[in-house]
């Protein structure tokens, strides 16, 4: 696959790339630093490669991958996505040298991902199954971290300890990692390597059920869904012949919940008098969330007036009425009607393969 350094600065040189710098030993795990000092390394992170035109020689490579592996796809549900989301249903570069760590974490929202080391040196992996990321998450607690936006690297003494299996292995030039739903993993850099990945979900009832679970944990902790899975689901509805009957019941349920709030939550406001001002949704517009509490706002938008920079933002009910300001102060949008949604609710059905 055609990414190095030089092919970027060649073909790119606009290109931004975030640098990320880190302290510690820039080694790897098996050498010890002699004189006992931390030494600070950088190395580049998230380079965006969604652009097709600019990056077409090397997504074209890409395209040689099976199906089920591919960025877009009918068997990838993150495909239904209807705007980019950097690195989940757009590839990602990452640029590493010796000793650069990706620390511990699951997938956004436990979606798969795809990893491709394009070389020339290798990576090492550590995962541990699914089902043992409440004992990471235990650690973390036990040590103050956040398990979703902190930062860590588990002990693996400590894993050995608990009886939790790690998954342990070096990832060379040219080999792919699938990682599954839900593994949680933390890789680092043995020598200088470039890496590309992005997020797949199959489209079946056990992606879905751990989305959703992920989706609604995000919400209980104020921390962003990076899939903003209502707006999905109901994409999935529209477009996807769903043969999957877990998926299928998963989906009817969160769809029927979905609307049935839309049309309580309309009705309350036309009772309080408060003027609800249809907007509609533009081609590839990203999916809403709340500036305060960061879950994902669907169909019904209250728009703030402008901040210090001159911006609209969003909120969610909830948090429109604990502001200072009265609710009848705010815009009201209205993006999608109750008809619409019921066509769609109406049309989804369980196919036979």
Same mark, same amino acid.
């Given at each position: 696959?055609?990414?190095?350094?030089?092919?970027?600065?060649?073909?790119?040189?606009?290109?931004?790339?975030?640098?990320?710098?880190? /302290?510690?030993?820039?080694?790897?795990?098996?050498?010890?630093?002699?004189?006992?000092?931390?030494?600070?390394?950088?190395?580049?992170?998230?380079?965006?490669?969604?652009?097709? #035109? &600019?990056?077409?020689?090397?997504?074209?490579?890409?395209?040689? %991958?099976?199906?089920?592996?591919?960025?877009?796809?009918?068997?990838?549900?993150?495909?239904?996505?209807?705007?980019?989301?950097?690195?989940?249903?757009?590839?990602?570069?990452?640029? &590493?040298?010796?000793?650069?760590?990706?620390?511990?974490? /699951?997938?956004?929202?436990?979606?798969?991902?795809?990893?491709?080391?394009?070389?020339?040196?290798?990576?090492?992996?550590?995962?541990?199954?699914?089902?043992?990321?409440?004992?990471?998450?235990?650690?973390?607690?036990?040590?103050?971290?956040?398990?979703?936006?902190?930062?860590?690297?588990?002990?693996?003494?400590?894993?050995?300890?608990?009886?939790?299996?790690?998954?342990?292995?070096?990832?060379?030039?040219?080999?792919?990692?699938?990682?599954?739903?839900?593994?949680?993993?933390?890789?680092?850099?043995?020598?200088?390597?470039?890496?590309?990945?992005?997020?797949?979900?199959?489209?079946?009832?056990?992606?879905?059920?751990?989305?959703?679970?992920?989706?609604?944990?995000?919400?209980?902790?104020?921390?962003?869904?990076?899939?903003?899975? #209502?707006?999905?689901?109901?994409?999935?509805?529209?477009?996807?012949?769903?043969?999957?009957?877990?998926?299928?019941?998963?989906? &009817?349920?969160?769809?029927?919940?979905?609307?049935?709030?839309?049309?309580?939550?309309?009705?309350?406001?036309?009772?309080?008098?408060?003027?609800?001002?249809?907007?509609?949704?533009?081609?590839?517009?990203?999916?809403?969330?709340?500036?305060?509490?960061?879950?994902?706002?669907?169909?019904?938008?209250?728009?703030?007036? &402008?901040?210090?920079?001159?911006?609209?933002?969003?909120?969610?009910?909830?948090?429109?009425?604990?502001?200072?300001?009265?609710?009848?102060?705010?815009?009201?949008?209205?993006?999608?009607?109750?008809?619409?949604?019921?066509?769609? %609710?109406?049309?989804?059905?369980?196919?036979? #393969?």
């Amino acid at each position: 696959m055609l990414i190095t350094r030089s092919s970027i600065i060649t073909q790119t040189p606009q290109v931004l790339i975030q640098v990320m710098y880190q /302290q510690g030993s820039c080694t790897s795990h098996k050498s010890n630093d002699p004189e006992g000092q931390s030494k600070v390394i950088k190395f580049a992170t998230n380079g965006d490669l969604s652009d097709e #035109i &600019k990056w077409a020689v090397q997504l074209a490579e890409l395209q040689k %991958l099976p199906e089920f592996m591919k960025v877009a796809s009918e068997m990838n549900m993150l495909s239904y996505i209807d705007h980019t989301i950097s690195g989940v249903n757009s590839v990602q570069l990452y640029m &590493k040298v010796a000793g650069c760590r990706t620390p511990g974490h /699951q997938e956004n929202n436990n979606f798969c991902s795809v990893n491709l080391n394009v070389g020339p040196e290798d990576t090492e992996w550590f995962a541990v199954p699914n089902r043992y990321w409440g004992v990471l998450n235990s650690f973390c607690s036990k040590y103050k971290i956040d398990f979703l936006s902190g930062t860590w690297w588990p002990v693996l003494d400590d894993l050995e300890k608990e009886g939790v299996p790690v998954y342990r292995f070096l990832q060379r030039r040219g080999d792919l990692v699938w990682v599954n739903p839900g593994t949680p993993h933390w890789v680092q850099a043995t020598g200088i390597c470039n890496n590309v990945s992005w997020n797949v979900g199959p489209v079946t009832g056990h992606q879905y059920r751990m989305a959703m679970e992920r989706y609604e944990w995000c919400k209980m902790r104020c921390v962003k869904s990076i899939v903003p899975m #209502i707006h999905l689901s109901w994409n999935i509805a529209r477009f996807v012949r769903v043969t999957d009957a877990i998926l299928f019941a998963q989906l &009817k349920e969160c769809l029927t919940r979905s609307l049935l709030f839309c049309e309580y939550q309309m009705k309350r406001l036309k009772d309080e008098g408060i003027v609800i001002s249809w907007h509609g949704r533009s081609d590839r517009e990203p999916a809403h969330y709340c500036t305060v509490c960061q879950v994902e706002v669907f169909n019904i938008l209250f728009v703030s007036s &402008k901040n210090s920079k001159g911006e609209h933002y969003v909120l969610c009910e909830q948090c429109t009425r604990a502001t200072d300001i009265s609710i009848h102060e705010h815009k009201v949008l209205n993006q999608f009607t109750i008809e619409e949604l019921k066509v769609v %609710l109406n049309g989804l059905d369980l196919h036979c #393969i």
